[in-house]
């Protein structure tokens, strides 16, 4: 645990590294907090925090650089941060002003984080938490050939056209959809493959069909997400060298950067940050991720992050995650009627 006079010091570097991305020299520091010691006695609490491994120095006479242990430090010391209340009724007025579909709060809250963040913004669309059957539709289409509409809890729908061992006409299809309807209501895929139950040629046929499309959606859990920003992470100095953004940038085309920086086992709500080198995955160990989950716990959740580089805006990124994800998690449940 550092001492009071310490945390300040390191508090300082952190900030003015954030704010300037140069350096930061111990006469800046006094200066800053106006603290009342001499310049020598702020070095020495600075060769304490590089000993300890929360600052580093490009080279010996050069101002102090924060580590990513240095970051962690700073970042448990914020405590409970949040937007100021005009910029809360502000984003409130705007999220009232668009029109009640949930992309466009999607695509209006990317837009706003990364404002707010002045750094990458990642929003993915909220999935159900267990991908479970809902109700099927069957709709002869011609000959042999039906179009499969299922929808799950959560409100998706996904559909598939199969091709039937025979024709089936439409009053036959509805009335093996109704006998599904009944026998797989609220199961997931598994439930549904353990189920004994006698099924026709034709409703083992769809049924599979049914079990392929829930598996196939239970593995894109990090489909459907909206990104705004990137433009604010290539004016950031620590990447006027193009090759720092190639990464980035080939997850971002390759639509697998918000899987990349999901931390494991991120469930609850709450404000999630991951700094430089705490990131599993290599190719984002320069960053860091501010992230947050919104939505109906066990129905319908999704994810907010910020990515930027390590010298970002903490305070204000977890204020704006912290903030919109509350909203979110309001505007959600308003659709699906849980208010």
């Not at 491994?53 to 700073?74: E, L, Q, V, W």
């Not at 448990?76 to 100021?84: C, F, N, R, T, V």
């Not at 909206?226 to 604010?232: I, M, Q, R, W």
């Not at 989950?293 to 319908?300: N, T």
Request: hydrophobic share 40%; charged share 20%; aromatic share 6%.
């Amino acid at each position: 645990m550092l001492s009071p006079r310490t945390e300040t010091i390191l508090n300082s570097i952190v900030e003015q590294y954030i704010t300037r991305a140069m350096p930061v020299p111990s006469q800046s520091i006094i200066n800053d907090y106006h603290l009342e010691v001499s310049s020598a006695t702020v070095r020495n609490e600075m060769v304490q925090l590089e000993q300890e491994g929360y600052i580093t120095r490009p080279h010996i006479s050069a101002g102090s650089i924060p580590s990513d242990k240095g970051y962690r430090y700073y970042v448990e010391s914020l405590g409970d941060i949040k937007l100021p209340l005009a910029q809360q009724r502000m984003i409130s007025h705007l999220f009232h002003q668009v029109e009640t579909k949930l992309e466009e709060w999607l695509i209006l809250t990317a837009t706003l984080l990364a404002h707010l963040a002045q750094n990458m913004a990642i929003v993915a669309t909220p999935k159900s938490a267990n991908c479970a059957f809902k109700h099927l539709e069957v709709v002869a289409l011609q000959d042999s050939t039906a179009l499969i509409i299922l929808v799950f809890h959560g409100a998706r729908v996904k559909q598939q056209l199969i091709t039937l061992n025979g024709v089936a006409s439409q009053p036959e299809l509805e009335i093996i959809a109704s006998k599904l309807n009944i026998a797989y209501s609220g199961l997931t895929s598994s439930q549904i493959s353990n189920k004994d139950i006698y099924l026709s040629s034709v409703e083992q046929q769809i049924t599979d069909c049914v079990l392929e499309i829930m598996q196939d959606e239970e593995e894109e859990e990090y489909e459907g997400s909206y990104l705004d920003g990137l433009h604010f992470m290539l004016n950031q100095p620590e990447f006027a060298r193009t090759w720092q953004m190639v990464n980035l940038v080939e997850l971002t085309e390759q639509r697998s950067l918000l899987k990349t920086i999901l931390p494991k086992g991120l469930t609850g709500h709450g404000v999630q940050v991951v700094i430089g080198k705490e990131n599993q995955e290599e190719a984002i160990q320069d960053y860091s991720v501010v992230i947050g989950r919104y939505g109906l716990p066990g129905e319908a959740a999704g994810s907010i992050a910020v990515v930027g580089p390590t010298r970002m805006p903490y305070a204000r990124s977890i204020a704006a995650i912290d903030y919109l994800s509350s909203l979110l998690s309001q505007l959600v449940a308003r659709l699906y009627g849980k208010e």
